[in-house]
């Protein structure tokens, strides 16, 4: 390999021309031929170096994450060491979430980058590569060149899965050479085309090779350049100008401010062989004052430009003379817009005008002129290099190149991507971001800034590519591309952005200025509580749904300038795919990502389905106030010994602390906690004594939402009979869920304490076999709730899915859990990926006469359902989890399972879920030997007793989604038989919600409950204690039970926390709720 980036990342570096080279003015190349020439050209590509070469990113986002500091130690360092080495600063190579980065390079060696090299860390990732052990689970990768020894274990930089994908024209340099050497910048082929285009294309030849490359404006709008160009050569003019837009405005966009930064004279080539192009004389870079590194290297490499003859009079002896004027604006938005952008380097205000005439017929002071961005400009070397149709070879039919995204937002790596264009969105998102991290889902993408659009999850396979964002409603904009999680609410980023667009509206025209005011108003309506609600403000938010819609397209048809016209494009789009939030925003009072803070609340409140004021019992956890934290626990959830083990803590989706970045609170493992410390009796609580004559409930059902049901309703006083076809209350509580994570003693003790005088239980008897809903009526109750569950396993649906060793999931997990019977033997399958099929394989591993256990699952372990603790769990315990398989026959003899034979899937499109749909690999089949198979695929209602109710297509119960009544009066309906197999603390919600509708009912009031806010009231004062210096401390994680203790037993697996790590942990929380209680 001739350089250290011959990789399908980056294309090989060319090397300079002699020509070029002869026709410096100045620098280390005049006069050098021969061997000296290759030396220098050799030293200055990093293909051969003398001394070691110590490289420390340090461009904005290098020096935001403290590369300034890096910088300063290294230099330390070497004094101190006493290594004579030389130092680099460097651009920045697009992986901004790993800065501070630094590469080394020794002699003889591949060059060696490293992530996140902080101050603290340099001394150590430095001696490890000096003394020849670098540190290599930490090195992102090398750069291997021919003539240089390879690091062992390290692999290639360009098959990082950030770069891997990626094909960096525009960014060939960015991270790699001294943005300070023009030297560097030459040695790798830079200005080599513009010295031939000077002399040895005419004008007409160079638009023409720009037409043949298809190449697209990439400031927004996609114009081809090659026609703004060749009308610019045909405009006859005694003075045409060329402008380089480098005014980034839009949030979350920073590729041409990184272009400027690292490679500026990629810029300052391009923009000269444009001039060149129509015949300008002179042009100017229009950039912001607040990129003050960009300022000053690009005034950096327009002085070494114009010292070697590539800038000024006579450029390289060509007869082409130029002469480039750095301006600075003042960040106002509204001069990202051609014709504002004119008017403030003229020196007037930046104000758009009506077009026509267009800048091309009369810009800058009166004169033709053409306006690109830096990335259109950078683009221009490597179309000069390759010829116009080697540029169109790479993209599509109507996008070709390449485009430069500035990846940010909810996502693992963000940082500048390069991608050809017709590069699927999802690929930029999961491939080259590595997806969302905290194992959240992604709900959608902005793409294009404030006039740009928003791309739901499942759409996210649209191409990079100009007129397939048209024609979805999106545009590519200048490339920021902004990734948002399942806690991002789409009210909230469209208020965000119209908030932006009013404010940097100019306020020119009428429908861009007044029309976006009212469109904020309506939004701040929306998202306000209706205790902050004044004059007009209920009329804007109930009208705002139809007045947004109206509004956004009278502004987008009446604006005066593309930014007017694009300014309702953020809620236009998150208008049109996700109504339902606005809808919750506006009837139901409720913010469904937890986000807006009067509709919220404390977000861990808000996220939690039964209510608990979570923050309250963190809170008093970090004063040391248990028995206060089990009251707060306890008044809201009757369950919450068993919601401290099993509960898929919802809570922590909508901790602060994790949606900022960080690791949310232990909020499931502070309640066991104080539920393991704190007597249940502190609780006081006891229920209304029976009115004479009062309403008769029936519950059928003894699970989570049966039983939560039963003790709301006799804690009012109604007398509630529960009923239950097994032996023992619980529902799946018992029934599915092991003793190692939920110990019977403590299951017992809980239910018993829901029991009152009001609640009568009733064992042993099914709906259907024993009783019917009418016979329940005619008995004289008033009303019944239906908490059945799902407790029927789906079947395999192959032919001989019934022999002898076939077990559905939910059998098996009852004959062990409620009878004792251990139904597994010699070597057992679990097909499935959910909680049901974890729990069965880690039950089965612990029956006597269990050889081994595997689990068969159709995609891969990132898409199984269960929850991520279970599986880790059972890969500790020895289970193995086969994954992208599917059964395809059951193989058995004598009416006995003999195995299953599965044919191997791959990854292809996504299904309605957002999952990969699995698809078979022909000719991939094999068979798996076992004595046991466990059919847990997934569970259903069992319908055979719901004669007369409809059912949903699945077999589930259909009721009003609000009061939960079904089809038939007075019978109401919750839990899993409504929605399929969910989680306990659902099902907890779900009785709750039918005791008050069935109260209501019952004392005649209307079956409709206003959504209301519950926001924090009480003001708990926050630990006083001193705060540490550094990161903070790190999520607490509770003990488990060692491996040898658990074998063949149903000994508890997850142990408490201390009460050294409990109050670290509650210590650590931000406290949403004092924002609304702190006394003024």
Aim: net charge neutral; hydrophobic share 40%; glycine share 12%.
């Amino acid at each position: 390999m001739s350089s250290p980036t011959s990789h399908a990342c980056w294309s090989p570096a060319p090397r300079p021309g002699s020509a070029l080279l002869g026709a410096l003015q100045d620098g280390p190349f005049r006069g050098l031929e021969g061997e000296a020439l290759d030396g220098l050209l050799a030293a200055l590509r990093r293909e051969r170096v003398e001394r070691p070469v110590i490289f420390v990113g340090a461009g904005t986002c290098g020096l935001g994450a403290g590369a300034d500091k890096t910088l300063a130690q290294v230099k330390a360092w070497c004094e101190a060491t006493g290594r004579d080495a030389e130092i680099r600063e460097v651009g920045c190579i697009g992986l901004c979430s790993e800065e501070p980065m630094v590469d080394v390079q020794l002699p003889g060696r591949a060059r060696i980058s490293f992530a996140a090299v902080t101050a603290d860390r340099v001394d150590e990732v430095l001696e490890g590569v000096f003394q020849g052990r670098p540190d290599v689970e930490r090195a992102l990768g090398q750069f291997p060149a021919e003539g240089q020894e390879a690091w062992p274990g390290v692999r290639p930089m360009a098959e990082h899965p950030f770069l891997a994908r990626q094909k960096r024209w525009v960014l060939a340099n960015s991270g790699l050479i001294d943005f300070t050497s023009i030297d560097e910048y030459i040695a790798r082929g830079g200005y080599d085309a513009l010295h031939a285009t000077l002399t040895g294309r005419t004008r007409q030849e160079v638009v023409d090779e720009v037409l043949a490359s298809g190449l697209r404006g990439r400031g927004g709008g996609g114009f081809p350049t090659g026609r703004k160009w060749k009308m610019a050569l045909d405009a006859q003019s005694d003075q045409k100008y060329m402008i380089c837009n480098a005014d980034e405005g839009d949030p979350g966009a920073f590729m041409d401010r990184a272009v400027c930064e690292s490679d500026p004279h990629r810029l300052l080539e391009g923009m000269i062989t444009g001039c060149y192009a129509i015949g300008a004389s002179k042009a100017y870079i229009y950039i912001r004052a607040e990129y003050p590194l960009a300022i000053r290297n690009l005034k950096l490499a327009m002085a070494q430009a114009r010292a070697y003859g590539l800038l000024g009079e006579n450029i390289l002896g060509s007869g082409f003379s130029l002469d480039i004027v750095l301006k600075m604006g003042a960040g106002a938005f509204v001069c990202g817009e051609e014709t504002a952008l004119m008017h403030s380097i003229e020196g007037r205000r930046g104000m758009p005008r009506p077009r026509p005439p267009y800048p091309i017929q009369s810009g800058l002071f009166g004169k033709p002129t053409v306006i690109n961005n830096v990335e259109t400009f950078a683009n221009i070397p490597t179309v000069m290099q390759l010829g116009g149709a080697g540029f169109a070879a790479t993209g599509t039919e109507g996008s070709k190149g390449t485009k430069v995204f500035a990846l940010s937002g909810m996502v693992r790596r963000t940082g500048l991507v390069e991608v050809p264009m017709g590069t699927a969105i999802r690929d930029v998102v999961f491939a080259v971001g590595g997806g969302i991290p905290n194992g959240k889902k992604c709900k959608a993408v902005q793409i294009g800034g404030p006039s740009g659009g928003c791309i739901p999850e499942p759409h996210l396979d649209l191409p990079c590519d100009y007129e397939a964002l048209k024609s979805f409603g999106a545009i590519m904009g200048s490339g920021g591309l902004v990734v948002m999680d399942e806690n991002t609410c789409m009210v909230d980023l469209a208020k965000f952005f119209m908030e932006f667009i009013q404010s940097e509206s100019c306020g020119k025209c009428i429908p861009c200025r007044e029309g976006t005011k009212q469109m904020l108003d309506i939004l701040k309506a929306i998202t306000q509580n209706r205790r902050s609600e004044e004059g007009l403000d209920a009329l804007l938010r109930v009208r705002g749904v139809m007045v947004l819609k109206e509004l956004g397209e009278a502004i987008r048809t009446s604006s005066l300038c593309g930014l007017g016209q694009t300014a309702p494009n953020p809620v236009l789009s998150t208008l049109k795919w996700f109504r339902e939030e606005y809808e919750a925003h506006i009837y139901e009072r409720r913010c469904p990502a937890g986000a807006c803070r009067e509709l919220v609340g404390a977000p861990c409140q808000s996220g939690c389905p039964v209510g608990t004021e979570v923050w309250k019992y963190v809170a008093h956890v970090a004063l040391g106030e248990y028995e206060d934290a089990y009251g707060a626990i306890r008044a809201a959830n009757p369950f919450p010994s068993v919601c401290a083990r099993v509960c898929n803590h919802p809570c922590e989706s909508s901790c602060r602390c994790g949606t900022t970045g960080g690791d949310p609170i232990a909020i499931r493992h502070l309640k066991r906690f104080v539920v393991d410390r704190v007597d249940p009796a502190t609780f006081k609580g006891g229920a209304r004594p029976q009115r004479p004559g009062a309403p008769r409930v029936a519950v059928v059902g003894a699970g989570p939402a049966g039983l939560t049901a039963a003790h709301a309703l006799g804690m009012k006083g109604y007398p509630v009979t529960v009923f239950e076809r097994e032996h023992k209350a619980g529902g799946m509580l018992v029934a599915g869920i092991p003793a190692y994570r939920l110990p019977r003693e403590v299951l017992e003790r809980e239910i018993d304490s829901l029991i009152n005088e009001n609640v009568r239980m009733e064992f042993g008897k099914a709906l259907g076999r024993d009783f019917t809903i009418q016979s329940l009526k005619e008995e004289g109750y008033q009303a019944v709730y239906l908490a059945l569950g799902s407790h029927q396993s789906k079947r395999l649906g192959l032919p001989g899915d019934e022999v002898e060793g076939i077990v559905p999931g939910i059998a098996f997990l009852k004959a062990w859990n409620l009878h004792g019977r251990a139904l597994g033997r010699g070597r057992v399958g679990v097909i499935g990926g959910g909680n049901s099929a974890l729990d069965a394989a880690r039950v089965a591993l612990r029956q006597e006469g269990v050889e081994e256990v595997t689990i068969f699952y159709r995609r891969t372990r990132n898409e199984m359902p269960a929850y991520q603790e279970e599986i880790e769990a059972a890969l500790d315990e020895g289970i193995r989890v086969e994954t992208l398989v599917a059964p395809l026959q059951v193989v058995s003899a004598g009416g006995r399972l003999r195995g299953i034979v599965f044919q191997r899937n791959e990854l292809g499109d996504r299904d309605e879920s957002g999952r990969a749909r699995p698809v078979p690999i022909p000719g991939s089949e094999f068979t798996a030997e076992l004595d046991t198979l466990v059919v847990a695929i997934s569970e259903e209602p069992e319908t055979a007793c719901l004669d007369g109710f409809r059912l949903k297509s699945w077999g589930g119960v259909v009721t009003n989604p609000e009061s939960g009544l079904t089809s038939q009066k007075r019978v109401y309906a919750g839990g899993d038989v409504v929605t399929g197999p969910s989680t306990v603390i659902e099902a907890v919600a779900a009785g709750k919600n039918a005791a008050v509708m069935i109260d209501r009912q019952l004392t005649g009031r209307q079956l409709k409950v206003l959504g209301g806010v519950a926001l924090p009231t009480v003001y708990i004062p926050p630990f006083a204690g001193e705060e540490e210096e550094g990161e903070g401390p790190a999520r607490a994680v509770p003990p488990h039970l060692p491996l040898e203790m658990r074998r063949k037993n149903f000994r508890e697996v997850d142990l408490c926390l201390s009460e050294e790590h409990a109050l670290c942990e509650a210590r650590r929380c931000l406290r949403c709720d004092v924002e609304f209680t702190q006394p003024v």
